[in-house]
């Protein structure tokens, strides 16, 4: 059964800086996208971008290049996303998921959520 | 950014009933749309891709519809672990965009 693990609970400075994994289990994990999913408290789901972990190509939102990191570690299968400077904004719930399909297309197994808090 | 629209924002029904959900794109993206069910406190989980094919695992009486700019989730008979949001999301045009959910609650 393919399996997305997510880091834990964050609580963060504004200015701080933070990486949030996501661990990938059963499946191959450099022949699919993986993505980034934010979900702000009360709020909807907002696509952040992806990235191919067997050769590190990103693709961002507009809404969040320039805003957020993504990388992967291939020997560990283990997906990333980071922040140089957090702001109180970025207060949400984060998805890392697998994208299904052939290409960059919709997820299809997802992980169980980061909630990253950013307050002085 | 291509938007999606979802309408009710929410949708009251009893168990048993029928539900339909609806989602439109701001043009058209072919069948490239998918349908998620997020119940609280948990992530989403993908219902429908290519517009109307049922994820892995999902019940039939989940169904989906449309193309274009038009679409459409129906729920034939709700049960009691159907009440939840619901979102649609188009993967035709870049950025990839969800809907801002629709929610079904116990009438």
């Known amino acids: 059964e393919v399996q997305l693990v997510q880091s834990g609970a964050e609580v963060k400075k504004p200015g701080e800086s933070l990486k949030i994994s996501c661990k990938a289990s059963?499946?191959?994990?450099?022949?699919?996208?993986i993505g980034w999913v934010r979900q702000m408290p009360g709020k909807g789901l907002e696509w952040m971008g992806v990235?191919?972990?067997?050769?590190?190509?990103?693709r961002y939102s507009p809404s969040f290049q320039g805003q957020v990191t993504f990388s992967a570690d291939k020997s560990i299968s283990t997906a990333y996303l980071q922040w140089s400077s957090l702001k109180a904004s970025d207060s949400a719930l984060y998805y890392c998921?697998?994208?299904?399909?052939?290409?960059?297309?919709?997820?299809?197994?997802w992980g169980q959520g980061t909630l990253v808090t950013v307050s002085s | 950014e291509l938007v999606m629209t979802q309408s009710p924002a929410t949708l009251s029904v009893s168990p048993g009933e029928r539900a339909t959900l609806s989602c439109r794109a701001s043009?058209?993206?072919?069948?490239?749309l998918a349908w998620y069910q997020q119940k609280f406190g948990q992530a989403p989980r993908l219902l429908v891709y290519?517009?109307?094919t049922r994820a892995t695992g999902i019940p039939a009486r989940f169904s989906g519809s449309g193309s274009g700019t038009e679409f459409t989730l129906t729920i034939s008979s709700l049960q009691s672990e159907d009440f939840a949001l619901y979102y649609c999301?188009?993967?035709?045009?870049?950025?990839?965009?969800f809907g801002q959910g629709t929610k079904v609650e116990i009438k």
């Open positions: 998921a697998r994208l299904g399909g052939d290409y960059i297309e919709y997820f299809d197994h």
């Open positions: 059963e499946y191959s994990f450099t022949t699919y996208w």
């Open positions: 990235i191919f972990p067997g050769d590190s190509d990103t």
């Open positions: 043009q058209s993206i072919s069948s490239n």
């Open positions: 290519d517009a109307s």
């Open positions: 999301q188009q993967y035709n045009n870049w950025p990839r965009t």
